[in-house]
Nanobody
């Protein structure tokens, strides 16, 4: 069992930055690939970024390319999402998730075994 707790959300202006953190319980964090998803009101949950178990590979959706960066610190059981140049359309609840699935399926929410409770990010224009 893995418990995930996100933090770092908030309300910012367009163009600002935020760094989300996701702390995982347990001593097996390095066995899990990690992902960030987001869900805006009235919309489906969508993939944002993912990172492999060792951190050597990352994946992203096109809408965040060049603006968001995922990273992880396996010694701290934590995955991060650095979000720069935020836009109003980035407004959503952001969730981190953990999976033992192969990395070729990391963009699919159904592949993830554990989810955090989410943290709200609001970007105003």
């Amino acid at each position: 069992q893995v418990q995930l707790i996100e933090s770092g959300g908030g309300s910012v202006q367009a163009g600002d930055s935020l760094r989300l953190s996701c702390a995982a319980s347990g001593r097996t964090f390095s066995r899990y690939a990690m992902g960030w998803f987001r869900q805006a009101p009235g919309k489906e949950r969508e993939f944002v970024q993912a990172i492999s178990r060792s951190g050597d590979r990352t994946y992203y959706t096109d809408s965040v390319k060049g603006r968001f960066t995922i990273s992880r610190d396996n010694a701290k059981n934590t995955v991060y999402l650095q979000m720069n140049s935020l836009k109003p359309e980035d407004t959503a609840v952001y969730y981190c998730a953990a999976t033992q699935a192969p990395t070729d399926g990391l963009a699919s929410a159904s592949r993830y075994d554990y989810w955090g409770q989410g943290t709200q990010v609001t970007v105003s224009s």
